[in-house]
């Protein structure tokens, strides 16, 4: 059974019932069942589809946000945000992928060499909790798209938001099997992936959990696509526009409740503006509210897990102790809920638990830096390497943060993001391969080679 707790009252949520392993093979089979019916169907009818999807969505938008809100502590606003991005995935691949898919010819010593790229079947999911729906798209809108089946096996915390988002899948009148839930506890996960039917698996969750899939992927020879945990670095020069760029770091390392692997977890500053940006910074922290995510406001929504919220609190305290000053929050809020308050650490060093370890909250480390060279070393002291960013007006200088930056993303002046349009994904403890973009649609397909003489 699946054991779900409302984030902002720390009670319990209905049991949801969860399928044991013969009966989660049983729906494994369903879609391998569906899959070659699927591959065979026209391009143009499968973006039908994906545009259907976007509409179902659309129609289920509140439902899901509201699921969101009391599932994992989204806020309501945020969560309504997350649907539409989604919505305009399926788009996006649905206008694109026909494209993205097309032959491609080589040349060779043949009189026709040429590239096809064809689905490989049935593609398994494993997806987290902070971003339900979204992370469901980013999946499954290209591999749909690309003629494959999908089984999507969702969070045990957000058991109810995976039910209504297959429900709108399901709306959209898609053939049966080619979308399925797969509501099991994680420790049937490894049997699914070894399952002979599931031909390529799409992880996004924690370095540790990765390194487990990663494993039982490879030990069955399947493809996967990993996106794991990060640490984001975020560079900011005295020249910088620093009234945007606190704007910016502000919404991206608290939307979510800080809980977003692509979020500023490690600001870098120039001493120059350091204290500038420091005071700045905790005008804006020192002010957000915490807040049931369920209304409107801006208000901070809860951590989605007591659990999650001890740990956050753990590396607090430690780097703190190890030297590091507290600006404000670093507290545990009294009260119902899992709560914890904007956080900023001020003189945080490599070694300390903030710099070297991924925070996951509203948790914001700054280092100093005494020039360029020295924000670049800092920021790629580190295991992870998912996005990072720069702040700067010097046209030099942004040229060789994106040429230094260890990361599957360079921001430069904005926001970290992940953008249908855009490829994402990590190297190091961020993982590996790639969604999303045209890239993220070829990752699982056969491109198959073909040669006439």
């Known amino acids: 059974m699946l054991t779900p707790n409302n984030p902002t009252t720390g009670k319990a949520l209905p049991i949801y019932p969860s399928l044991d392993i013969t009966k989660a093979k049983r729906v494994v089979g369903m879609a391998v069942s569906a899959a070659p019916q699927w591959a065979d169907t026209p391009i143009a009818e499968r973006a039908d589809a994906l545009r259907r999807i976007a509409q179902r969505l659309r129609e289920a938008k509140q439902e899901l946000a509201h699921l969101m809100a009391q599932e994992m502590g989204k806020p309501l606003r945020e969560g309504l945000a997350e649907v539409e991005k989604s919505a305009q995935c399926a788009e996006y691949y649905a206008d694109n992928g026909a494209?993205?898919?097309?032959?491609?010819?080589?040349?060779?010593?043949?009189?026709?060499?040429?590239v096809k790229y064809q689905p490989l079947g049935t593609v398994l999911g494993i997806l987290p909790w902070n971003a339900p729906v979204w992370l469901a798209l980013r999946f499954m809108a290209p591999a749909l798209m690309a003629g494959n089946t999908c089984v999507m096996k969702a969070d045990p915390n957000t058991p109810c938001t995976a039910d209504a988002l297959i429900t709108a899948f399901n709306a959209?009148?898609?053939?049966?099997?080619?979308?399925?839930?797969?509501?099991?506890?994680?420790?049937?996960?490894?049997?699914?992936?070894?399952?002979?039917?599931?031909?390529?698996?799409?992880?996004?969750?924690?370095?540790?959990?990765?390194?487990?899939?990663?494993?039982?992927?490879?030990?069955n020879l399947k493809p996967a696509v990993?996106?794991?945990g990060g640490s984001d670095p975020c560079i900011v020069m005295a020249d910088a526009d620093l009234n945007k760029a606190c704007d910016i770091i502000t919404l991206s390392r608290l939307i979510n409740a800080?809980?977003?692997?692509?979020?500023?977890?490690?600001?870098?500053?120039?001493?120059?503006?350091?204290?500038?940006v420091c005071e700045r910074l905790f005008q804006s922290f020192n002010h957000k509210t915490l807040g049931d995510p369920s209304k409107e406001s801006d208000s901070l929504g809860p951590i989605a897990r007591e659990d999650l919220r001890l740990t956050l609190h753990d590396q607090v305290q430690r780097t703190i102790a190890a030297g590091a000053r507290c600006l404000c929050g670093g507290e545990l809020p009294k009260g119902e809920g899992f709560f914890y308050p904007a956080t900023l650490l001020l003189d945080v060093t490599p070694g300390m638990a903030a710099f070297d370890e991924e925070t996951f909250g509203p948790v914001l480390a700054v280092s100093k830096a005494r020039d360029l060279d020295h924000a670049l070393a800092l920021a790629n002291t580190s295991?992870?390497?998912?996005?990072?960013?720069i702040w700067t007006t010097n046209e030099n200088s942004m040229e060789r943060a994106i040429y230094t930056l260890r990361a599957g993303q360079v921001a430069v002046n904005g926001i970290v993001k992940t953008d249908p349009r855009l490829p994402s994904g990590g190297i190091g403890?961020?993982?590996?391969?790639?969604?999303?973009?045209?890239?993220?649609?070829?990752?699982?397909?056969?491109?198959?080679?073909?040669?006439?003489a």
Not at 258 to 276: A, F, M, N, P, W
Not at 383 to 389: A, H, I, P
């Open 99 to 114: 494209q993205f898919l097309a032959a491609e010819t080589l040349a060779s010593d043949a009189s026709h060499s040429y």
């Open 429 to 452: 403890l961020s993982g590996y391969g790639r969604e999303l973009g045209p890239q993220g649609i070829r990752e699982f397909v056969n491109v198959k080679q073909i040669w006439i």
């Open 226 to 228: 990993l996106e794991l």
């Open 383 to 389: 295991m992870y390497g998912l996005g990072s960013s």
């Open 172 to 219: 959209a009148d898609l053939p049966s099997g080619v979308a399925l839930n797969l509501p099991i506890t994680n420790d049937l996960v490894g049997e699914i992936i070894d399952h002979p039917g599931i031909k390529a698996v799409s992880f996004t969750g924690s370095s540790n959990a990765g390194r487990k899939v990663a494993a039982r992927a490879a030990a």
């Open 258 to 276: 800080g809980q977003s692997c692509i979020s500023v977890k490690r600001l870098i500053i120039e001493e120059s503006v350091y204290d500038d």
